[in-house]
């Protein structure tokens, strides 16, 4: 809206003062007089505020610089060029309703100053202003051209934002949906790495029609990636942006590939694993126990027992500036390479037999321990004890028992071994199963104990399977 510059004489201003009261929204001030107050509280219909002067007045010049700045999704500030001649202004206000339509201009707000706060407002809402200056003494009143501006209110945050299902390359955002919001724009930051991450690049626009999660998918394991979330609204022409909500999360480091025995010996285990995007170095592990962190892709497992079995696992490490980040393990089972003299019992078949340079000089039928908690354990063992004759001192379950044997080849730090059993009547088939299994130990006649204890030595491999 533009308006015509009026000036008005002296008689016609005291008819106004005399015939109109401030209205809601003006305040008087104290340093202007009450001719002044009255003659700005004529001005809800400023195109009829004022005549044509007859005599040439001061006349405001007209609005320039008029803009809205530090929006916020309750606020904004108004600001305009200081107009010559004017000591006053008139903000006239129009606002969208609820069915997405902007209402007439309304008179709102009467200051001194160029610049004006307008709090309490509604997010992602147009506000259009029209600003009018004024020229007011004791003898007349002058107008200026007026200037408008609109603008719509920020959105506010969306709130709640997380990162769950997180895998070694992807990860899931989401976040409570805006009832004001059309769209969310996307942004992502990566980890750089020294630590630092990049400037935040636009990733994707997802619509607000019943979504508030998004997956994102192609990243990489064990890097740190931060997350922005903004809410937009545009309608009739304009836009509004909230400030945008962030969140980082890491996706899981990826697993070590390919993890293998490549190679053994009968004292050593050669393990290999492919190499892991991002790692500086890996943990290996054996049996539970870490024993060495390694910069390559290769460790030679050296000075095991003859013929051991081990349970390995490996995982990949990355440290970013002060951050050491570890990955999911990767597992393999692997054994040295079988000595030629061994020991090796079957429990499905009940036989003991004794290799000597890979062949069997010597089988025999046995009994092993019961099943369930009293079953010999399988594994890859070795000799322990190698006594003749020896004393054996058990309990099980409230009983227990002191039993002399004549040959005794403990295989376990749990007191299982290779004895002979003089009270079992016969041995091999299924007895093991029908009430005459051992508490562990494998049971064989005196005269087979006697041969695979001369044949059997401290450290000799013995394998249950």
Not at 75 to 95: E, G, H, P
Not at 164 to 174: E, G, N
Not at 181 to 205: C, H, N, P, Q, W
Request: aromatic share 10%; net charge positive; with cysteine.
């Amino acid at each position: 809206m533009s308006m015509k510059k009026f000036v008005i004489p002296f008689t016609f201003l005291l008819a106004i003062i005399i015939c109109v009261a401030v209205p809601v929204g003006v305040t008087a001030q104290t340093s202007a007089s009450s001719d002044e107050a009255m003659a700005v509280a004529n001005l809800e219909n400023p195109t009829d505020a004022v005549e044509p002067a007859t005599e040439a007045k001061l006349i405001p010049s007209d609005i320039k610089g008029l803009k809205i700045t530090e929006v916020e999704s309750d606020s904004l500030l108004l600001s305009w060029d200081k107009s010559d001649n004017a000591n006053i202004y008139t903000i006239y206000r129009a606002q969208e309703t609820s069915n997405g339509k902007v209402g007439e201009y309304k008179k709102y707000k009467t200051v001194k100053s160029n610049t004006f706060r307008d709090t309490g407002l509604s997010e992602a809402k147009i506000y259009r202003y029209q600003i009018f200056a004024y020229k007011m003494t004791d003898n007349y009143i002058t107008q200026s051209k007026s200037a408008v501006t609109s603008v719509m209110t920020k959105l506010k945050n969306v709130s709640n934002v997380q990162l769950y299902d997180k895998t070694t390359s992807s990860m899931t955002l989401s976040w409570n949906a805006s009832p004001s919001a059309d769209k969310y724009i996307i942004y992502r930051s990566d980890e750089k790495t020294d630590g630092s991450f990049e400037k935040y690049k636009k990733l994707t626009e997802v619509s607000a029609d019943g979504n508030d999660k998004y997956t994102d998918k192609k990243l990489v394991g064990g890097t740190v990636y931060k997350y922005k979330v903004v809410a937009e609204r545009t309608a009739s022409g304009a836009s509004a942006v909230s400030a945008g909500k962030a969140v980082k999360g890491i996706t899981i480091f990826n697993s070590p590939d390919n993890f293998k025995k490549l190679s053994a010996t009968e004292t050593s285990i050669k393990l290999g694993w492919s190499a892991v995007t991002h790692a500086d170095k890996y943990e290996l592990y054996r049996d539970g126990v870490k024993i060495k962190t390694v910069k390559g892709t290769t460790y030679n497992d050296t000075k095991l027992l003859s013929g051991s079995l081990h349970n390995y696992s490996v995982r990949a490490v990355r440290k970013v500036a002060k951050n050491v980040r570890r990955g999911n393990y990767s597992y393999v089972n692997a054994s040295c390479k079988l000595p030629g003299s061994r020991i090796e019992v079957s429990i499905s078949s009940q036989t003991l037999k004794v290799y000597k340079k890979n062949k069997v000089i010597y089988s025999t039928p046995v009994i092993t321990g019961a099943p369930g908690d009293r079953a010999t354990s399988v594994g890859h063992h070795h000799i322990l004890s190698h006594k003749s004759p020896a004393i054996l001192k058990g309990s099980y379950r409230g009983s227990k028992w002191t039993t002399k044997v004549s040959y005794w080849m403990g295989f376990t730090y749990s007191g299982q071994g290779i004895h002979d059993a003089t009270w079992q009547s016969a041995f091999g088939g299924q007895y093991y199963r029908q009430g005459r299994g051992s508490h562990g130990c494998v049971n064989v006649s005196l005269s087979s104990a006697k041969k695979i204890y001369d044949n059997s030595y401290v450290g000799m491999l013995v394998i249950v399977k």
